[in-house]
């Protein structure tokens, strides 16, 4: 037959545990947001330069067309 654990000692040991899960899985959930939001500035600021680089282009254009 097994040996069960005191209560007093159990309760806090299951506290610590599943606090230490729930921490995992809320922690990889962060991580995955961050992320997702690095990625989302770093796709805006490529898109930012590249709408940069399209209106000198067209200023540029507008520029020699009025010569």
Avoid: S
Wanted: glycine content about 12%.
């Amino acid at each position: 037959m097994t040996r069960q654990i005191p209560k007093p000692i159990a309760v806090p040991l299951g506290w610590v545990i599943f606090g230490a899960i729930n921490g995992v899985i809320y922690g990889g959930g962060w991580v995955l947001m961050q992320c997702d939001n690095a990625a989302d500035a770093w796709r805006w600021a490529r898109n930012e330069y590249h709408a940069r680089r399209v209106g000198a282009k067209a200023e540029q254009w507008l520029k020699d067309g009025a010569r």
